[in-house]
T-cell receptor, first 112, second 116 residues
Framework: DQQVKQNSPSLSVQEGRISILNCDYT??????FLWYKKYPAEGPTFLIS?????DKNEDGRFTVFLNKSAKHLSLHIVPSQPGDSAVYFC???????????FGTGTRLTVIP | GAVVSQHPSWVICKSGTSVKIECRSL??????MFWYRQFPKQSLMLMAT?????????EQGVEKDKFLINHASLTLSTLTVTSAHPEDSSFYIC????????????FGPGTRLTVT
């Protein structure tokens, strides 16, 4: 049972425009959410996170929004750059638990 | 900081042989290490969690006797795939955390295993 879902396997965006990646979760006990970026044949690298006590966290070009009532989070990248092209995974965690639950990933392609 | 390495980065082995993958935290002491497996176009699936000096905790459906995990020191964990079969071919990724909190995991670059 996939507790974290990314329903869009791929997304293409023009350079300079906004990229919006979406993620849904089913477990209401999740209270910490992360986005990871992954290049082929490499491990994921941490990008940005958000605690359930917040609804927005911003770091440079990256902003994560959390809608707890909808069990939905999104990652906004603006402006998008060709170097942002990668697979993005959202992940969720529950305080006291020992693991992260990952979505299936969204492949972002930023077109120059 | 917080660099995790894996070795080898890729390995090809024959069916029936065993393969060992190493995961090292290079600049911090990892109290907990995690092993994931990723199939093409799928999510990272947690296989097991190991704490230094104790037995690994395996996720449901993961065979303990097939995927042997050893976390002998605070900087090294190994995953041994025993009697490998072609269906074990996958991308194996380790991660480490230095304070036991799962949301501060640092990932290795992964190991591509191909069993022929």
């Amino acid at each position: 049972d996939q507790q974290v879902k990314q329903n869009s396997p791929s997304l293409s965006v023009q350079e300079g425009r906004i990229s919006i990646l979406n993620c849904d979760y089913t477990n209401s006990m999740f209270d910490y959410f992360l986005w990871y970026k992954k290049y082929p044949a490499e491990g994921p690298t941490f990008l940005i996170s958000i605690s359930s006590i917040k609804d927005k966290n911003e770091d440079g070009r990256f902003t994560v929004f959390l809608n707890k009532s909808a069990k939905h989070l999104s990652l906004h990248i603006v402006p998008s750059q060709p170097g942002d092209s990668a697979v993005y995974f959202c992940a969720a965690s529950e305080t006291g638990a020992n693991n992260l639950f990952f979505g299936t990933g969204t492949r972002l392609t930023v077109i120059p | 900081g917080a660099v995790v390495s894996q070795h080898p980065s890729w390995v090809i082995c024959k069916s029936g042989t065993s393969v060992k993958i190493e995961c090292r935290s290079l600049d911090f002491q990892a109290t907990t290490m995690f092993w994931y497996r990723q199939f093409p176009k799928q999510s990272l699936m947690l296989m097991a969690t190991s704490n230094e000096g104790s037995k690994a905790t395996y996720e449901q459906g993961v065979e303990k006797d097939k995927f042997l995990i050893n976390h002998a020191s605070l900087t090294l964990s190994t995953l041994t795939v025993t009697s490998a079969h072609p269906e074990d071919s996958s991308f194996y990724i380790c991660s480490a955390s230095f304070d036991g909190r799962s949301y501060e995991q640092y990932f290795g670059p992964g190991t591509r295993l191909t069993v022929t």
